[in-house]
């Protein structure tokens, strides 16, 4: 008897698909582990086609998490009705990259993330900073994805 593939496997998405939904979608999903358990959080977000950066505040429950265990899950989901949920979630390690707070001096490591989040919220121009954020970069080690628009009617 042959079993047909996996329901997982026929609706995740296929590499171009993930890149498109991960640079399109603007609000991300950040679970972190505090001390007194998991703590979730809304943030924007860049994708670079390897890894996602997030840009978060430096005095935060989700920063001082990091600095304890910098073990990370992150969700990015888009989608109404049942048949049109989609998504993605990403698991790692959320790297510091970069001055931490962000003051603007110049690193070319975080050049072209700065230049990709600028144009994807702001519509481009120089990144301001505030010396309040910083920069953290996952380089998934895990990603699981889903359309529902591929299950058959």
């Known amino acids: 008897m042959t079993s ?49 950066w997030l840009h978060s505040l430096s005095r935060s429950q989700r920063w001082t998490d990091w600095e304890r265990d910098n073990r990370v899950a992150v969700v990015i989901d888009a989608g109404h009705e049942y048949d049109e949920l989609r ?17 603007g001096r110049p690193d070319e490591g975080l050049t072209a993330v700065e230049s990709l989040f600028t144009s994807k919220y702001f519509g481009g121009g120089p990144m301001l900073f505030d010396g309040r954020h910083a920069w953290r970069r996952i380089t998934p080690e895990k990603i699981t994805s889903w359309d529902f628009r591929k299950i058959p009617q």
């Open 87 to 103: 998504g993605a979630e990403l698991r790692g390690r959320a790297v510091t990259v970069g001055e931490v707070p962000r003051t």
């Open 4 to 52: 047909g593939q996996r329901r997982g496997r026929r609706i995740a998405m296929t590499g171009p698909e993930l890149d498109d939904f991960l640079t399109g979608e603007r609000t991300c999903r950040v679970a972190t582990m505090s001390a007194d358990g998991p703590h979730a959080t809304p943030l924007w977000f860049a994708w670079d086609g390897t890894s996602l």
